[in-house]
């Protein structure tokens, strides 16, 4: 069974940091693109970072400088360290590779 888990929300308050973690599981994912998405209430989802399987990286105008996301193959983990949050980026995060979702993890930036 192929499975996306993601650790690591939570409440922070504005400034704070957040490291969010996602294990895949039950398929060999090295290969592939993977991403963070976020989805507040009320809006779509989103394209936050996400990474080549040659470290290659991306990420939204709006975590520039505040988010890097990094990739650990022989773990088959992917982890998205949130620096300077601010309210604006509370939101649920999901981990996203091929056609796979994970459950996602909430994120709370208090102002």
């Known amino acids: 069974q192929v499975r996306l888990v993601e650790s690591g929300g939570g409440l922070v308050q504005a400034g704070g940091s957040l490291r969010l973690s996602c294990a895949a599981s039950?398929?060999?994912?090295?290969?592939?693109?993977m991403g963070w998405y976020r989805q507040a209430p009320g809006k779509q989802r989103e394209l936050v970072a996400s990474?080549?399987?040659?470290?290659?990286?991306n990420y939204a105008d709006s975590v520039k400088g505040r988010f890097t996301i990094s990739r650990d193959n022989a773990k088959s983990t992917v982890d998205l360290q949130m620096n300077s949050l601010k309210p604006e980026d509370t939101a649920v995060y999901y981990c996203?590779?091929?056609?796979?979702w994970g459950q996602g993890t909430q994120v709370t930036v208090s102002s």
């Open positions: 996203h590779s091929f056609i796979y």
């Open positions: 039950g398929r060999d994912f090295s290969f592939d693109f």
């Open positions: 990474i080549t399987s040659g470290g290659s990286r």
